[in-house]
């Protein structure tokens, strides 16, 4: 079967700093894969590696077969990524912002329509696409980052904290969208959370970080039967303090 992600031995270092350690997981087409581990622990270098904004020190990542250091062009097209930190072109309205990001990868003028009318349907905003964006709140210009990520369906969705800010519906909202994404249009999904609800809803898979390396992986509710953990939570504190 060929892997949607391959990373093996992955590491990256910014000077002195050891970000990401001999890192190694694999995902298949369709699933919804979590990467969780506290504040520093290497989440974001590693969704950027993938994403083809750094270089790794070295190891491999295949995207769909393609590797990230000889072929990024290639994945770029094929690949939608959300930064943990976006913004967006304040001076533009919601929708006149899902316009212009849709002519990039669409010339057919009702194929953008279909894709804008899409992402307002995930973003949820409603009538505030009208408004400029400058004037909207964190959350609402996370949805309609959010929105822009998927409406593209790509084959991988690379998305960095998608909730983070939202409140509990929108969050909520943001999460179903996100799972009816990946199983309706086969988009493979990588994302990264400090919400371990969000995880165990979401995630097929997870891969608890701490300080660049990998300390457990599998499926939330396996890995919770397998440590007697209550909930996710307790788990990622368990196995953060044992690998301290
Ligand atoms: P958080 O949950 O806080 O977002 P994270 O798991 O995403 O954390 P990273 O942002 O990947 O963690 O950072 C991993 C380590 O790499 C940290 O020690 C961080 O200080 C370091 N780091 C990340 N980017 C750089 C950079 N551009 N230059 C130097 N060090 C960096």
Redesign the pocket.
């Known amino acids: 079967m060929e892997y949607a992600v391959i990373v093996e031995n992955l590491r990256k270092t ?2 002195k ?1 050891v ?1 990401v350690d001999d890192l190694s997981f694999y995902v298949k087409p369709g699933e919804i894969f979590g990467l969780i ?10 969704l950027r590696i993938l994403s083809t904004l750094l270089l790794p020190t070295s190891g491999k990542v295949e995207i769909y077969g393609h590797n990230v250091v000889e072929e990024p062009e290639t994945i770029r097209r094929i690949i939608s990524y959300l930064p ?1 930190e976006g913004g967006a072109y304040e001076q533009l309205t919601g929708r006149e912002y899902l316009e212009f990001m849709a002519n990039f990868i669409e010339d057919d003028k009702e194929k953008i329509k279909e894709m804008v009318n899409e992402a307002a349907e995930i973003s949820g905003l409603g009538s505030r696409l009208a408004d400029k964006i400058k004037t909207y709140s964190k959350g609402m210009k996370r949805r309609l980052l959010v929105a822009r990520s998927l409406m593209i369906k790509p084959k991988l969705a690379i998305l960095d904290e998608p909730t983070s800010g939202l409140d509990v519906i929108h969050a909520v909202h943001v999460r179903n969208v996100i799972k009816k994404y990946a199983k309706e249009h086969e988009v493979t999904i990588i994302l ?1 959370s ?1 919400n371990m609800l969000e995880i165990e809803h979401i995630c097929d898979r997870v891969v608890i ?1 701490n300080l ?1 390396r990998k300390v457990i992986e599998g499926n939330p509710q396996e890995l919770k039967e397998k440590f007697a953990a209550e909930n996710l939570e307790e788990l990622f504190v368990m196995a953060v303090k044992k690998h301290a």
Do not use: C, Q, Y
Request: aromatic residues 6%; glycine residues 26%.
């Open positions: 910014f000077g700093v970000a581990g506290p504040n520093g622990a290497g989440k974001t270098t590693t943990e990264s400090h970080m660049g």
